[in-house]
Every structure is written in C-alpha cells, then in structure tokens.
C-alpha cells in the first residue's frame, strides 16, 4: 500500500521545542514548522518580514549526535525578495544520507535586511520519527524500547533481556552505559529496511552509536534471535559511548568481540566451526581482523568467533579494569596498539601469542600465514555530507531471514550476530561547516565520491 504509506509519511514532526518568533527592530522571522516524508526528506519552513526589503535568509541545522567538534550545516534557500517572504528549504536524505528514526534534528533561522539588521530564530529541535507507524514505547534502566507490532508482552520481553544483557555486560566487564538508549522495533526486517537509505540490504539491525539508537527488524517468531540481537546491538552503543574518539576507532575484534561476549557467547554452530580452526591452524591474525571483517561467509563468522574468543581472554585473564584501562585509552586517542600495550604491557602481537596459548592452539609463527581477509568498508555520502561523525559508523547485524538453516539444537536458533563484515568509517574528517546549495552540494557530493575512492584504495 504504497500510496498509503506515502500520507502517512507525510506528516508535521514532532516539535520538542516551540519555535517562537525572533524579531530584531522590525525584522521577525516566524518558524513555520518542519515537514517530513520519511525516510526521504524533511523540509523547513519559515516566514521572515521587515520594514526594509529582505537581502539573506541561512538555515542553520544539525543533528544532536557525537560529533568531533561543532558540526553546523548551512543552507541558502532561493526566495523572492520583498518585505515579506515565505521561504522553505528541504534537506534530502536521498542525497546526503538519512539519519536512523528518533535522531534529534534542531535548526535555526538566520535574516538580513536591506538596511543591515539581522535577526536569528531561536534553535528548535525535532524528533526524526518513522510516522508511518503507532509507535509504544516503554522504558527500563536507560533504555527506552519504541515498537509498534506486537502485544505488550512482547516489548517487555524485549526491554527485560536488553536491561538483563546490559547489567550483565557490566557486571562481567565493567563497561556500563552513560547515557539514555533508544532502540526501535519493527514488525520485520522488511520494515526496517524501508526506513533506512544506505544501509546493507541484509541488515537486520544496526547500531548507530552517536546517536545512542538502534533499530531492528524483529517480528514474533524471530525473538529468540532478537533477543540475541537486541543484546549485541546495545553492546555497540555503549562502546561507542565509552570509546567515543575522534583519532582511531575501536578495533573490529574488540567491538564485535565484546557484543558477542554480551550476548552469552557463541551459538553450538560457531563453537564448532571455532573449534575445526583452532585444530587445523585456519585462526585469523589478530590484526588482520582490526579494520573490518572478510565479506566471506565463513571467514567472516571465524572472525566474530575470534573475535569473542579474545575478549572473553581478556575478560577472563587480566578483568574488567584493564578492558575498561584499554577503552579509556581509545577514548584518549591513542592508537590500537598503544592503547592495547599501555593497559595490558603487550602489543597486538603478544596478544595473540598469548591468547593461542590460552586456546593451546598452534603458535603465532607456526601457522601458515593467513592473508588479511578484505575488509568491506562501504563508506556512504551521508557519512561525509551530513553533520555527522565519522568514527561511529553504524553497525548492521544480519537480517533473521539469512540465519543459517537447520540448526543442531533448539539453542542453535539463535542467529550469530553477523557473518559479513561491517562497514568500516571512512577516513576521519575534519571539524567541518557545510554550505548545501545548489551547486555546492554537486560539488560537494563529487568531492565526497572522489574522497571516497581514495580512501577506498588507501585501504587496500
Ligand atoms: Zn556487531
């Protein structure tokens, strides 16, 4: 029903904020509210007045979300000049990337006139919602879980494994939330799908840890893999809140590692193929599994294999306050390798030593070198036109409909978190102020597909 969906998304955003007027001597600017059809675009609106002729009208916008430094956009909307002007301008997601559902969109307009005044309507912020469905929440311990399928049983289930999967997180590492997480449920990962742009066909939940909101496709015969997944994906989020850097991010192993660790570990399915590598000498390289995962199937899921079995040495060997030692020092901005050696007093490659022996696998320098899996970073627009952050890149889980069939066990339902890569950031990018106008942001979006092939070549 596409045509209905098509007004439903049609809709006034929430305002958080009234959006009074802002006069200066004459000059008044009155917000007229913001429109959305969701996912694709949101547009602004305002009407500027003044006893001169109007000469500059600027809207100002961003998003509430980790950034390195002030990230303001700028647009330039085209108006008829006069003394009394409707102007609007309408930010296109299809261009620049969308923001996940429930990100905090604020703005601000700026006017001149003729004879030099300016004025500047106080900042507003809205609430980017998916308005084509009714959504419930419910909220527990910092979370707060928005669905709109299913019973109330249902979210509940849901909210109490993720707060249980969180306290059990910190309980066991040390690495506890800081701040409030949304996490949105659709009825199916189809649903989900249509509420993000750039994403990974077969994602089934990602992560957006700057923004401190997840969203997952989770329909009622796939809870136990939501709850798998719900578990995972917060695990990202509180990393992201802990380690938040503007210089390296958190290694691939170490991110994923730890959300496998929340969720209770690996499903029989994974231990076993774990287990086949360990006794034949396929392990990965430890760095080699740093900067993304293999777009390889298998090679992938021996990758969140390892990567759970690192953190769970680390975890079960030297304990929380070194783990948590090594985020403070991402989170300070030092590299991979420093920040490993600074808290542990060993650098990537002693960990591994240290680790296969803790496995009784085959030593690092016996093993046939296995070459660096491709990484797939996919590095989307949005993340270099939007004010955004570039470090928190957002992390898909594999949709439920592409879990591996015929499972061993009841416990082997439970889907492994994702055997594909995740994107990995693009290059990191300096504090920036855009200016989307017209040919600026052809310009722009040009500049940002060149950046991206460098980077893309850089990584190889
Ligand atoms: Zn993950």
């Given amino acids: 029903m596409p045509t209905l969906r098509a007004m439903l998304m049609l809709a006034l955003l929430l305002l958080i904020t009234p959006a009074p007027a802002a006069a200066q001597a004459g000059l008044t600017i009155a917000d007229s509210g ?24 600027v809207l100002e916008y961003g998003v509430d979300k980790r950034t390195c430094g002030d990230v303001t956009a700028r647009a330039f909307p085209d108006f008829t000049p006069g003394t009394t002007v409707d102007v609007h301008w309408t930010w296109e997601m299809l261009q620049t990337g969308s923001e996940p559902p429930g990100a905090t969109i604020w703005y601000r307009w700026r006017a001149t006139d003729g004879t030099g005044k300016t004025a500047v309507s106080p900042d507003v912020r809205a609430t980017w919602i998916d308005t084509a469905y009714a959504w419930r929440e419910i909220s527990r311990d910092g979370l707060t879980l928005h669905w709109y399928s299913g019973e109330p049983a249902f979210a509940e289930d849901l909210i109490t494994t ?22 949105y449920i659709y009825g199916n990962t189809e649903q989900m799908k249509g509420a993000i742009l750039h994403e990974p066909s077969w994602a089934g939940g990602v992560a957006y840890p700057a923004n401190n909101i997840t969203i997952m496709g989770i329909g009622p015969s796939y809870l136990d893999w939501g709850r798998r997944a719900i578990v995972h994906e917060l695990t990202h989020l509180v990393v992201g809140q802990i380690s938040f850097s503007c210089g390296e991010n958190v290694p691939t192993w170490l ?5 496998v660790y929340a969720e209770g570990g690996l499903d029989p399915r ?32 021996l990758a969140y294999s390892q990567s759970y079995s690192l953190v769970a040495y680390l975890v079960a060997t030297y304990g929380p306050t070194k783990l948590l030692a090594l985020f403070g020092n991402l989170r300070d901005g030092m590299t991979v390798e420093a920040g490993v050696h600074a808290a542990y007093g060993f650098d ?9 022996a803790w496995l009784k696998a085959a030593p690092r320098d016996r093993v046939t070198p296995t070459p660096a899996p491709t990484a797939s970073p996919i590095p989307t627009i949005s993340l270099i036109l939007v004010p955004t952050s570039p470090p928190m890149s957002p992390t898909p889980t594999i949709s439920p409909a592409l879990a ?18 995740r994107p990995t950031p693009p ?21 940002a597909l060149a950046g991206t092939a460098v980077w893309k070549l850089l990584k190889m």
Wanted: glycine share 6%.
């Fill in 348 to 356: 990537l490659g002693g960990l591994e030593d240290r680790w296969r």
């Fill in 427 to 447: 290059a990191q990018r300096p504090d920036i102020t855009l200016r989307l106008s017209g040919a600026g942001l052809a310009f722009l979006i040009g500049m």
């Fill in 255 to 259: 991110d994923e590692g730890i959300a």
């Fill in 34 to 57: 913001v429109f959305v059809v969701f996912p694709d675009r949101i547009s602004f609106n305002a009407r500027v007045t003044s006893a001169a002729p109007i000469t500059k009208i």
């Fill in 270 to 301: 994974s231990q076993l193929f774990f287990d086949t590598a360990v006794a034949a000498d396929s392990l990965l390289s430890v760095r080699s599994i740093s900067n993304g995962f293999s777009q390889h199937p298998d090679l992938a899921d």
């Fill in 404 to 421: 591996p069939t015929a499972p061993a066990s009841p416990a082997a339902q439970a889907t492994p978190p994702a055997p594909t890569a």
């Fill in 162 to 183: 993720a707060s249980k999967g969180v306290a059990r997180l910190a309980k066991l590492t040390g690495v506890r939330p800081q701040s409030p997480i949304n996490i």
